[in-house]
């Protein structure tokens, strides 16, 4: 629940859009089923954040206009610098996830290429997000 509290920590990644942090619990799955807007999601840069954004949120995006999973421009030079060996030699079970998104799959390259892997607290604190906007506001 610190998303809540310390949302404006994450404004910086998205200016000129407006956002609503949420925690991923059943019920935020079941609601994101019939979201129209935007989606991004906000998760761990590991093999199993990965995972969930691919296995648990994707197949429940059918109804929203656009979706993608953030992904910061210095993702490599974060993950070059990220000393986390533990966190992917724990994720071995998710080694061969792969996805039909570009940028995911750099991303899912780039964690096993350094061997990593980057919690969202290595960029700000804990937080799941959806945008939530309108083009005519």
Do not use: C
Not at 8 to 28: A, C, D, G, T, W
Not at 80 to 90: A, R
Not at 93 to 104: L, Q
């Amino acid at each position: 629940y610190q998303v809540v509290w310390f949302a404006k920590r994450y404004s910086e990644f998205f200016q000129n859009k407006k956002v609503l942090f949420v925690v991923i619990n059943p019920y935020m799955l079941k609601w994101i089923e019939d979201i129209p807007n935007e989606y991004i999601h906000f998760g761990d840069y590991d093999l199993a954040g990965v995972s969930i954004y691919i296995n648990k949120i994707l197949p429940r995006l059918k109804k929203a206009k656009k979706h993608s999973m953030f992904i910061p421009e210095n993702i490599e030079e974060l993950l070059e610098k990220s000393d986390n060996f533990k966190l992917f030699t724990n994720q071995q079970r998710y080694k061969n996830i792969t996805s039909t998104d570009k940028e995911v799959n750099n991303l899912i390259d780039l964690i096993k290429k350094y061997k990593v892997g980057l919690e969202q607290e290595g960029l700000k604190y804990m937080a799941k997000l959806f945008i939530v906007s309108d083009s005519n506001q």
